[in-house]
């Protein structure tokens, strides 16, 4: 069993940064693949961003490549997300997820293990 449970979401004005993190419980971070998904009201669940189990391949989607950037702290047990220069198009909530099989990509479908969300809202 794996936990994950997301911190940091919350409310920025266009422009601004956040950092969500990512505590993961039951197995050791470098035995997992990570990434953030999210989810905003009325739409699919999106890949926002992968890093492998040694934090040197990261993967992002185009619509966050060059704000966001995800790293890594197994020492921790600690994946992060820094979001920076949100849009309101960013407001979500954002999901940590974990493949043990360290075979996930960025289909939702392909990871076991999900935390609870935590909402980052960027206003208009």
């Known amino acids: 069993q794996v936990q994950l449970v997301e911190s940091g979401g919350g409310l920025v004005q266009a422009g601004g940064s956040l950092r969500l993190s990512c505590a993961a419980s039951g197995r050791t971070l470098s035995s997992l693949r990570m990434s953030w998904f999210r989810q905003a009201p009325g739409k699919e669940r999106e890949f926002v961003a992968a890093i492998s189990w040694s934090g040197s391949v990261t993967s992002y989607a185009d619509s966050v490549k060059g704000r966001f950037t995800i790293s890594r702290d197994n020492a921790k047990n600690t994946v992060y997300l820094q979001m920076k220069t949100l849009k309101p198009e960013d407001t979500a909530v954002y999901f940590c997820?974990?493949?043990?099989?360290?075979?996930?990509?960025?289909?939702?479908?392909?990871?076991?293990?999900w935390g609870q969300g935590t909402q980052v809202t960027v206003p208009s």
């Open positions: 997820a974990a493949d043990p099989t360290l075979r996930a990509g960025g289909r939702a479908e392909e990871y076991e293990f």
